[in-house]
C-alpha cells in the first residue's frame, strides 16, 4: 500500500507555544488530505480537509485560527496548533488520499503524532 | 450529525475462537470502510465495501454491507494473538471524509 508519514511522532511542549505537524505522502501526490484527531480510548474525529492550493476546511466546531493546516505541495501538509493548552493533548493523525483507484479514492493513514501540552 | 454505533465496544476471546463486531447508522452511505489501528499508530484499511448486500473476504476477514445500506458486520475467524487492536467501520461522505464508529478493541488471550 502507499506510504504516509507524519513528522514529528511524538511532542512535548510548554502551555503558549505553537507546535507544528508534518503529514506527507511517500510515494504519490494527494490534491487532499485529511487532519484526525483522536483521544485515549476514543474515536477518530475528523478536523479539517486539506486541499492543495487552497484554503482548508474546516468541521464544525474547529478553530480554524488554532489548528492552521497549509498544503504547500501535492505531497505535504501541515498542521500548526497554534497557542496551545493542556486540552490540545491528543492523537493527530493525518490521511492522504490517493485518485485513481477504482470505486473511491481511498484514504492512506500516517501513523500519527502524539502531542503533550505541559 | 451523522453517526455510526458500533458494537461491542469490547471483546476478550480466546485464542482460535471467532469474532463478531457490527455498525448501524441512521443514515445510508454508499461506501463502507473496516479499519484496523494498532496502539500509537493509524488505522490501515481492512475491508471496504461498496454494493448493498456484499460480502467480502480478506483471509479470515469477512464483512457485509447491509441491504438498507444502514449497518455493516465484521467477523474475524480463528483469531490470533496479532488480531489485538481496535477495529472500527467508517462510513464515507461525499468530498471523501470519512466518519468512524466508536471502535471495537479486541483482545485475544492465547
Known amino acids: 500500500g502507499a506510504v504516509v508519514s507524519q513528522h514529528p511522532s511524538w511532542v512535548i511542549c510548554k502551555s503558549g507555544t505553537s507546535v507544528k505537524i508534518e503529514c506527507r505522502s511517500l510515494?504519490?501526490?494527494?490534491?487532499?488530505m485529511f487532519w484526525y484527531r483522536q483521544f485515549p480510548k476514543q474515536s477518530l474525529m475528523l478536523m479539517a480537509t486539506?486541499?492543495?492550493?487552497?484554503?482548508?476546511?474546516?468541521e464544525q466546531g474547529v478553530e480554524k485560527d488554532k489548528f492552521l493546516i497549509n498544503h504547500a505541495s501535492l505531497t505535504l501538509s501541515t498542521l500548526t496548533v497554534t497557542s496551545a493548552h493542556p486540552e490540545d493533548s491528543s492523537f493527530y493523525i493525518c490521511?492522504?488520499?490517493?485518485?485513481?483507484?477504482?470505486?473511491?479514492?481511498?484514504?492512506?493513514f500516517g501513523p500519527g503524532t502524539r502531542l503533550t501540552v505541559l | 450529525g451523522q453517526q455510526l454505533n458500533q458494537s461491542p465496544q469490547s471483546m476478550f476471546i480466546q485464542e482460535g475462537e471467532d469474532v463478531s463486531m457490527n455498525c448501524t447508522s441512521s443514515?445510508?452511505?454508499?461506501?463502507w470502510l473496516w479499519y484496523k489501528q494498532d496502539p500509537g499508530e493509524g488505522p490501515v484499511l481492512l475491508i471496504a465495501?461498496?454494493?448493498?448486500?456484499e460480502l467480502t473476504s480478506n483471509g479470515r476477514l469477512t464483512a457485509q454491507f447491509g441491504i438498507t445500506r444502514k449497518d455493516s458486520f465484521l467477523n474475524i475467524s480463528a483469531s490470533i494473538p496479532s488480531d489485538v487492536g481496535i477495529y472500527f467501520c467508517?462510513?464515507?461522505?461525499?468530498?471523501?471524509?470519512?466518519?468512524f464508529g466508536q471502535g471495537t478493541e479486541l483482545s485475544v488471550k492465547p
Open positions: 490521511s492522504a488520499q490517493r485518485p485513481g483507484l477504482p470505486s473511491y479514492n481511498e484514504q492512506f
Open positions: 510515494d504519490f501526490q494527494a490534491t487532499t
Open positions: 486539506s486541499n492543495e492550493g487552497s484554503k482548508a476546511t474546516y
Open positions: 443514515s445510508i452511505f454508499n461506501t
Open positions: 465495501l461498496y454494493k448493498a448486500g
Open positions: 467508517a462510513g464515507l461522505l461525499p468530498g471523501g471524509k470519512l466518519i
